[in-house]
């Protein structure tokens, strides 16, 4: 035991007393550390080859796929390919061991229930295979060497195998190793290791008995190690190396983004030449080194190929440690349409290696960035709607001391009148790092706590980590283990590892009993009206291997970890989701933060980046990673204002506030040893900056929540890159220091200390018009400007053609203002034309599944705004009016405005002022309710 104490003070003195210190690289492994993606990244084009035998297609009776046998010519080695053809131009390519000695993991927890599969429809033409998705997506399967080639319109844009790095080694069964038996007799689902004799019969064979009569590639396999060692720990490897690689390219693209969570730009980076692959790996890693593909907290295994012409995505579908190659080059053989032509034309080469699992690949063929969106989220499902207060403002640090603290900090927003949403409470609420306990002497009446905040319309967030103290007197850990509901050693033993408590306990949180046992405890009466922060779920083991879980612990059926090891985070989840369902009866919604996530977390939580720290290049990589994860799918998200770690200055925590406050997640957090960094606790000026910022958050909450349910309803991103809305602009290709808020609002955050000017670009043609929010100064589109920044400037741009819906009122929360009136804030483009929608809940129900709200669309043309309600509820009746109209760009001052209630209702003149210098519209108080049909008539 002592040297576990010591280890644990060891992890405890660098986290907790050198936030100073950078994060200490040797920790965490490079690819030359890792067998598998050395091994694949030296693989040569001729090291396997592999043959589509094409007597081996069948189509399946539904028409829906087709599969057939790829073989590999070095070893032998026989795969299962399968095609399907997927509703809304999406096509899913399967490849896996034909006769596995052990069955591979196929990841489903990320996928938003089984495709919608359509006919695909199969030829063989001169000794190859034709398949036809629709009118337009084609793909041609090679045999010799195989190779699958992806064409939309006769133009050629993906190749998958191009380059003969297809891979799969196949599992083995290390001589003498059993698998664990259940009750029943079974090996925890695997397959029996079994191989099938060609010559007749099946054969059982272990690793000894095969070796007399090995061919030249099994002395190969021989000579891989059952085991690897890094760091001193010790990684057995019963099945064997068993890793999965294949290279994509994408033809005619030299933009790849995606693949987040990495601390760099937007613009993948060629990774080929030098330096590691982009890894991801869902890891704990404090105050994270900028610009380098270093794995992070969470991984979503999907890319995204962009040009003037197209828009491409993929999605690998693996949960295992995963690393991706990216090189950037030109192509000039023929081929580059089906019908043979010849062009030199950029292409983009990805190299994607998995330590096990199998080959699981989504191909979304666009071709607009908004439809690979939509392509994408159908498939891995759309971003939950959260509840209203959650977009606001949120408080947090490690840790608010005591209930008072709460009290007073919950007070003094009032007193400076402030809005905010949501206290935090971290680790230090527990009684001893025991999750779902309350440290009785500080925190003795949690009830009345809660009451004193939600009374005035604000809520608590609690943390809950998934690791257990390991003490019997404590209940939940006595029930886990009484349960047997531990993740297990490779030993059949619990897993113990060391994190906050010492030494715990962490819940298989892969089985799906588990989940619901872990549900209920979101029940228990002190904590079923707070939401929940799920922290440290990667998930984070102090004294484990890369501060993080041995990959041969066992899970449910058999799982080694290292084939779940990214989609942990996201079990435990949605097993909090499912609490907060549950302890209301599924009538409210939850809000949940996640540091761990995959491919679907945004179905249940949002999530932050980490522990970043207080500094101008931190503040700077924010927008990058955020608009990483919002293609990504994953759209609530944002970055700790002020920095995790050390301590900000009064001008960078402004300036933070200010890139804050247009981020989809706003919320203050800082490490225990920092100092305290309330917006009062800084001088007066910089206090009112950040008072600002906050107050313009609130004032943009109904464009949010708006974007919010655009977002839950097709999968469109809340931040976007400029070329997802200009997809031809190329100046903006390589931008990440600007982006846009739907398709109405463009932010440039001040990133640069002591900025007094920052220069913009407005994406575009000469058509398009941006319209400063402030100075109200209008730039045309495909134009760069040097705009001024003083300290209380937030450089914002409303899109010509747009109309956003706002609130003015000022409310300490936003639950209490959302019955407050609308204001509509319009700016007109050339064509004295805008557009935009709102969206109107109660803000914290679901019945907005059953169809409880309104949608309307707005729209301004010939002088007429009208607002068409398209989505009525009866039973949602909303007292939502519409207080004033503020239009842009405004050409003429009228003669008169009226509003018209539809469809048959009163019509009245409205009051109406006119700024020549400005060319602004004022409309005042037309009155009329938001839930229902209107028209504005502005009279020249």
């Given amino acids: 035991m002592t040297w576990k104490i010591l280890l644990l003070l060891n992890c405890l003195t660098v986290l907790l007393l050198s936030p100073a210190s950078c994060v200490d690289r040797g920790n965490f492994k490079t690819c030359n550390d890792a067998r598998f993606c050395k091994k694949h990244r030296e693989l040569k084009s001729d090291d396997h ?24 010519l070095k070893t032998n080695d026989e795969l299962l390919l399968e095609v399907y053809g997927v509703r809304d131009r999406t096509v899913r390519i399967k490849l896996n061991e034909l006769n596995p000695s052990r069955k591979r993991y196929e990841v489903e927890m990320s996928l938003d229930g089984t495709p919608d599969y359509v006919p695909i429809k199969m030829e063989k033409q001169h000794g190859q295979i034709q398949l036809l998705l629709g009118d337009t997506i084609h793909l041609t399967l090679h045999p010799k060497p195989f190779r699958i080639d992806v064409y939309e319109e006769g133009t050629l844009l993906s190749m998958l195998n191009a380059d003969n790095l297809l891979l799969i080694e196949p599992m083995r069964v290390k001589p003498g190793f059993v698998p664990e038996v259940d009750e029943k007799g079974a090996d925890h689902g695997e397959d029996h290791v079994e191989e099938e004799n060609h010559e007749g019969g099946n054969e059982v064979k272990d690793e000894e008995t095969k070796q007399d009569d090995a061919p030249a590639h099994e002395e190969e396999r021989r000579e891989e190690p059952w085991e690897e060692t890094f760091k001193g720990h010790v990684d057995s490897k019963p099945f064997g190396p068993n890793s999965i690689g294949l290279d994509v390219s994408f033809i005619g693209f030299d933009n790849l983004y995606g693949i987040p969570e990495h601390a760099d730009s937007l613009r993948l980076r060629s990774t080929k030449a030098n330096g590691d692959p982009y890894r991801l790996y869902n890891l704990d890693v404090f105050e994270y080194e900028l610009n380098n593909p270093m794995a992070l907290y969470g991984a979503i295994p999907f890319i995204i190929a962009h040009s003037e012409k197209h828009t491409l ?57 908004a439809d690979v969106s939509r392509q994408f989220t159908t498939i891995v499902g759309h971003p939950y709607l959260p509840p209203h207060a959650a977009i606001g403002y949120h408080q947090c640090r490690w840790n608010y001391n005591d209930q008072k603290d709460v009290q007073t900090v919950h007070e003094n927003f009032d007193h400076y009148d402030i809005p905010m949403d949501v206290m935090w409470l971290d680790i230090e609420y527990t009684d001893g790092k025991r999750y779902f306990t309350w440290d009785a002497p500080k925190f003795a009446n949690p009830d009345e706590m809660i009451k004193n905040l939600t009374k005035f319309g604000r809520n608590l967030v609690v943390i809950s980590d998934p690791h257990f103290k390991k003490d019997d007197n404590y209940f939940v850990y006595k029930d886990l283990k009484d349960k047997d509901f531990c993740v297990k050693s490779k030993d059949g033993g619990n897993f113990e590892g060391w994190c906050w408590p010492g030494a715990s306990y962490y819940p298989d949180f892969i089985n799906p009993a588990v989940r619901d046992w872990y549900a209920e405890l979101y029940s228990r009466e002190t904590f079923k009206d707070a939401w929940t922060w799920n922290d440290m779920n990667e998930p984070s083991v102090f004294n484990g291997p890369e501060v993080t879980m041995h990959k041969d612990n066992i899970h449910i059926d058999g799982l080694e970890h290292r084939e779940v090891h990214n989609i942990y985070g996201m079990a435990h989840v949605m097993a909090s989701f499912d609490g907060h369902l549950k302890r209301h009866n599924y009538q409210l919604r939850p809000f949940i933060l996640t540091r761990s996530f995959f491919a679907g977390s945004q179905r249940h939580a949002a ?14 990589i924010a927008a990058p990673m955020l608009l990483s994860l919002n293609i990504a799918g994953m759209t609530f998200v944002g970055a700790d204002i002020g920095g995790f770690f050390k301590n900000p200055d009064a001008q960078l925590m402004a300036r933070w506030f200010q890139a804050a406050a247009f981020v989809p997640f706003m919320r203050n957090h800082a490490h225990i040893d920092t100092r305290r960094r309330e917006p ?8 009112f900056v950040m008072r600002d910022a906050v107050r313009a958050r609130y004032t943009f909450l109904p464009f949010w929540y708006t974007l919010f349910f655009h977002a839950n309803q097709t999968g469109a991103p809340l931040m976007r890159p400029l070329w997802y809305e200009f997809p ?31 220069e913009v670009y407005f994406p575009g043609d000469s058509s398009e018009n941006w319209h400063d929010i402030s100075s109200l100064q209008i730039h045309k589109g495909g134009t760069k400007a040097s705009i001024d920044t003083p300290l209380q400037k937030i450089p914002v741009f409303q899109r010509g053609g747009t109309i956003i819906p706002r609130r003015f009122r ?16 319009i700016a007109l483009n050339d064509e004295q034309i805008a557009n935009g929608s709102l969206y109107l809940d109660d803000g914290i129900t679901r019945n907005h599944l059953e169809g409880d709200y309104v949608f309307a669309k707005l729209e301004l043309k010939d002088n007429l705004l009208k607002s068409r309600v398209v989505h009525p509820s009866k039973k949602y009746q909303t007292k939502v009016w519409l207080e004033r109209v503020y239009i842009t760009g405004f050409k003429f001052k009228p003669s008169g ?8 209702g009163e019509r009245k003149p409205l009051e109406f002022f006119y700024d020549e210098t400005n060319r602004v519209l004022t409309v005042r108080k037309p009155g009329v309710n938001m839930g229902k049909g209107w028209a ?5």
């Fill in 897 to 904: 405005v009226e509003i018209h209630e539809l469809p048959a």
């Fill in 680 to 687: 009062w606790l800084f001088d007066e000026q910089s206090m």
């Fill in 49 to 72: 080859i592999h043959e589509l035998l094409v007597d081996s297609v069948t189509a399946s009776s539904a028409g829906t796929s087709i599969s057939g046998t790829v073989k590999n």
């Fill in 936 to 940: 504005i008539v502005i009279r020249p």
């Fill in 810 to 825: 000022v409310r300490r929360s936003s639950i209490l203002a959302i019955e407050d009136p609308i204001t509509l804030s």
């Fill in 607 to 620: 999530v932050w980046t980490g522990d970043n720290t207080a500094d101008w290049n931190h503040l700077k």
């Fill in 313 to 369: 995505g993929m999605f690998w579908n693996n949960a295992a440690e995963t690393w991706i190659d990216i090189d950037y080059t030109t192509t000039s053989t023929g081929g580059s349409t089906m019908f043979g032509d010849s062009s030199s034309q950029p292409k983009a080469d990805t190299h994607w290696i998995s330590e096990t699992g199998i080959i699981d690949i989504f191909l979304f063929i666009g071709p607009k960035p």
């Fill in 728 to 758: 031809k602009d190329s100046t903006t290709f390589g931008m990440d220091d600007e982006y846009l808020l739907g398709n109405a609002l463009l932010v440039k955050p001040v990133t640069e200390e002591n900025s007094k000017q920052t």
